[in-house]
């Protein structure tokens, strides 16, 4: 079922067919009621945080956290070859105020103070304290507990862009009450004062590829390209070790997926794009770089330690290439790595058990369906203006299809925290190109090649 939905979004995106479905925002419920049933202690969680049988995380009543500071075994590291200034080395080095925290948290690589809270009462007006480890922060709330909401409705978490929290009330108009209540990948947050399903937040993306190799930054101590996250850390040191080395090569990808699109913008401009492509890509670059910033926020969290990019080599990126080159290049990395992309994301949202890791896929995987769009965008534009490169595409998605690893369904224990092991992403990747890439494939080289050369092409019936 996922992978029909990627196909009829692709073919709609080409102009061949109508996908069904709700679009961004498209009201689910309407101004129904959303039941809560069964409210029990959320597991995990502190603070006075209950779930509902139906999904919804809500507060009933307000709670202390707990606070794990100063930590004694903590030493802030900004790297930067230790020339930055540092206010503080360890937590015992921030006693301005209670529940002092050493750390970088700005976009400079320095080593400052932060101070947290254990309840609503060490926080602002327009804020309750949500806990975390090693202690709570103070985070945007309209709301503080569902008494505050009136009428039988719920003071709910959001999870917002790149797993940003915030809490409100229930309205007479919502659509969602959770993510069950959307079209996968779309997810039911809070905005524009009511509860409603988004498609349009914060993977590996569009691979850089420079002569059919993938080129990727080497892995830098700094702060600046990073989001702070707060998933659950409560697992084995060799778990997160792992995790933080994984997270960190997804941002090494996310990063080199900026240059990829930087590069794909300069040659629409130079083959005269409409505006419409332009405008994609440009978006498409921002959404990346968030990407980037989210992925090296979890493998921070999950090593303890600052990671983030360093100079990407991109001596012989800029070469010019003939347009059946380009085509191809396009191909791989849009049309094939995007789409890729997106599933992988939506797969590992589906099994994710952390909230912040799950809600932090679903919105990537929207971004890379919407980039592997523009990249079949561009290649039927291109297709229509000049129809013997139908011909490259027929080569290029044969070629792929053969290459692809054959692999069956695994026990893969890495998708509990939403990171597909080698074998499960081969398997994925075939199932794209067998399942999607063909069919839209075929579906549009039957229409150009049989214009252009006056008989069916091969893939008319995939």
């Not at 939905?5 to 061949?16: C, D, E, H």
């Not at 919502?174 to 039911?188: F, Q, W």
């Not at 090296?296 to 990019?309: E, I, Q």
Request: hydrophobic letters at 35%.
């Amino acid at each position: 079922m996922l992978l029909r939905s990627y196909r009829l979004a692709i073919l709609s995106a080409m102009g061949l067919v109508a996908a069904p479905g709700c679009s961004s925002g498209d009201a689910v419920g309407g101004t129904k009621d959303f039941p809560c049933t069964n409210s029990a202690p959320a597991t995990g969680q502190s603070g006075g945080i209950e779930t509902c049988a139906e999904g919804q995380v809500h507060r009933p009543k307000a709670g202390k956290c707990t606070a794990n500071v100063p930590r004694s075994d903590y030493m802030c590291d900004a790297g930067v070859g230790g020339s930055a200034p540092q206010d503080c080395t360890t937590d015992a080095d921030c006693s301005d105020k209670k529940l002092g925290q050493c750390g970088i948290y700005g976009q400079a690589p320095e080593c400052t103070c932060r101070y947290g809270c254990e309840s609503d009462a060490d926080c602002g007006a327009d804020q309750l304290c949500a806990c975390g480890d090693p202690v709570g922060i103070c985070v945007r709330a309209t709301c503080k507990t569902d008494a505050d909401c009136g009428g039988g409705k719920l003071c709910m978490r959001s999870v917002g862009e790149c797993g940003s929290i915030s809490w409100h009330c229930q309205t007479g108009s919502d659509e969602c009450a959770t993510n069950d209540d959307c079209t996968s990948p779309a997810t039911c947050a809070y905005t524009d004062s009511k509860w409603t399903c988004l498609q349009d937040n914060c993977a590996a993306g569009r691979p850089f590829l420079v002569h059919g190799a993938e080129r990727l930054p080497p892995v830098a101590n700094r702060a600046d390209w990073l989001v702070t996250q707060q998933p659950d850390l409560s697992m084995s040191k060799d778990v997160r070790r792992e995790l933080a080395r994984r997270w960190t090569e997804a941002g090494q990808m996310e990063h080199a997926s900026v240059a990829a699109f930087a590069r794909f913008m300069l040659q629409l401009l130079s083959l005269g794009a409409p505006p419409d492509l332009v405008e994609a890509t440009e978006r498409a670059i921002s959404d990346e770089r968030r990407h980037a910033q989210l992925c090296f926020g979890l493998a921070s969290a999950y090593g303890d330690r600052n990671v983030g990019p360093g100079p990407l080599d991109i001596a012989g990126s800029m070469q010019d290439l003939e347009p059946n080159e380009l085509i191809a290049l396009v191909f791989r990395e849009g049309c094939v790595g995007e789409t890729v992309a997106a599933v992988e994301a939506s797969h590992g949202a589906e099994h994710a058990m952390d909230p912040v890791v799950r809600e932090a896929l679903r919105r990537i995987a929207v971004d890379e369906q919407r980039h592997s769009e523009l990249a079949w965008r561009f290649i039927a534009w291109q297709v229509g203006q000049q129809p013997e490169l139908a011909r490259v595409l027929e080569r290029e998605v044969h070629a792929l299809t053969e290459a692809a690893t054959r692999a069956e369904s695994v026990d893969d224990e890495w998708l509990v925290h939403g990171l597909a092991s080698p074998a499960t992403r081969q398997k994925l990747r075939r199932d794209v190109l067998s399942d999607v890439v063909a069919p839209c494939v075929g579906a549009l080289l039957s229409g150009s090649i049989s214009r252009s050369h006056d008989r069916p092409s091969a893939y008319a019936s995939a």
